[in-house]
């Protein structure tokens, strides 16, 4: 696969409905938010301690999804290919859903709000769940920005983003629980 | 063949196997068609890819043919360093190879405004599977060295609205229906103002140098883009 053609070098890109958009274009705004949110990932897996090994393929897991959420945040309007994309199904929700339950469970209830921060990997994790706050309110503000209903998929994947940064945060203490860092409770007074 | 052959109608489906090659055909002295079996699940449209893999090298081609004729036809250039087209050009009638797909989202909508189709070499192959799927009444650039490159030119030019063939190393006299010049320089000279969706085919440089063209002419066109590598 060739990275560089060179055809963006006039500051315009195209989406997959064909349609040619400024690269500051909305839509490109939340496909590059989702893509930071990806390289963060990345490096939230690269930093997790043995201990937390088990993790990797859950996390490469949401990696994976997030490529199809992106295809269809580039698909523009109306288009042939959205035939061709990989459906945003309920599924890849629920998967996430299984996830938050199963650190719910296994963590102390939390009883005032924490510092973020604590190890490395707990703090890869917390900024992971920021950017994908900012991802999905990107995702939303396109609602507004298009004349016709959002399509299934679209709506999904805000249901999918706004369940992963509640995921980054339980993740975040679930690290610091298992490399045995204390959560720091926030206090009015320092 | 209906419209719908275009559209999404026979929904592609995934495939990934082994075929084997049915003829070979050379259009010019670097330049063949290839035809494979196609296997009975490999759905596709007009448009799109088929992969090939042999020995952890992958190659993907455009595929030329409709999606109802039974074979796939591949429009291939021969590198004679590369991995690929060498053992491709040579390998005899029957031979197996691994493949997947189809792959890409060049596909045709006839929806929007009048169709714009750009080729440069082999970049016609798409062009040849939509038109033999249905499309017509396009504008169709099609670019080449000689008149004799032009590779599909016979079953393309009937379907088109307007042909124009872009030749950079003919001699004169000009063959009909072709102009000196690169595809870029009719996108630049030989369309008039309009309401157009193009579809550009070709190496990277003529995807680049087209695009720049018609941001500047044409600032709210569609634009459809699969770049060779």
């Given at each position: 696969m060739k990275i560089s053609t060179g055809s963006g070098d006039g500051g315009r890109t195209s989406l997959f409905s064909g349609e040619r958009v400024r690269k500051d274009d909305l839509r490109l705004e939340a496909q590059g938010d989702l893509d930071e949110l990806n390289a963060v990932i990345g490096c939230l897996a690269a930093s997790l301690p043995a201990a937390a090994a088990a993790l990797k393929p859950e996390l490469g897991a949401v990696q994976a999804d997030l490529f199809p959420i992106g295809a269809w945040l580039s698909l523009?309007?109306?288009?042939?290919a959205a035939a061709l994309l990989p459906p945003l199904d309920a599924g890849r929700t629920a998967r996430l859903e299984e996830a938050i339950t199963r650190m719910e469970r296994a963590l102390p209830e939390l009883r005032s709000f924490v510092l973020p921060g604590g190890g490395i990997a707990a703090g890869w994790a917390h900024l992971a769940r920021t950017v994908c706050r900012r991802t999905e309110r990107r995702v939303v503000r396109l609602f507004d920005a298009r004349t016709e209903d959002p399509p299934p998929a679209l709506l999904e994947a805000v249901r999918y983003l706004n369940r992963l940064s509640d995921y980054f945060f339980l993740l975040a203490r679930t690290l610091n629980r298992i490399e045995g860092v204390e959560e720091t409770p926030w206090r009015k007074e320092p | 063949m209906a419209e719908g052959a275009l559209r999404a109608g026979a929904h592609p489906s995934g495939w990934q196997g082994s075929t084997r090659i049915l003829s070979r055909r050379f259009l010019a002295p670097a330049v063949f068609e290839l035809e494979l079996e196609r296997p009975a699940e490999f759905r596709f449209l007009p448009g799109q890819r088929l992969r090939l893999r042999r020995e952890g090298c992958d190659r993907d081609y455009s595929i030329?043919?409709?999606?109802?004729?039974p074979g796939l036809r591949l429009l291939i250039r021969l590198f004679?360093?590369?991995?690929m087209s060498p053992w491709l050009a040579a390998a005899a009638p029957g031979t197996a190879i691994e493949g997947s797909g189809?792959?890409?989202?060049f596909l045709f909508d006839p929806?929007?405004?009048?169709p714009v189709f750009v080729a440069a070499g082999t970049g016609v192959a798409p062009f040849r599977s939509m038109a033999a799927a249905g499309a017509a009444g396009f504008v169709l650039f099609q670019g080449a060295r000689?008149?004799?490159?032009?590779?599909?030119r016979s079953l393309l030019e009937p379907r088109a609205g307007r042909y124009l063939g872009c030749l950079t190393?003919?001699?004169?006299?000009r063959p009909a229906g072709t102009r000196a010049g690169r595809v870029i320089d009719a996108l630049r000279e030989d369309l008039p103002p309009g309401s157009y969706d193009f579809y550009l085919c070709g190496r990277g440089e003529m995807i680049r140098d087209a695009l720049q063209v018609i941001d500047a002419r044409f600032p709210g066109a569609r634009v459809f883009t699969e770049a060779f590598s």
């Open positions: 523009g309007g109306p288009s042939p | 030329a043919s409709g999606p109802g004729e004679p360093e590369g991995r189809p792959h890409g989202y929806a929007g405004g009048t000689t008149e004799a490159e032009l590779f599909y190393r003919e001699r004169p006299p």
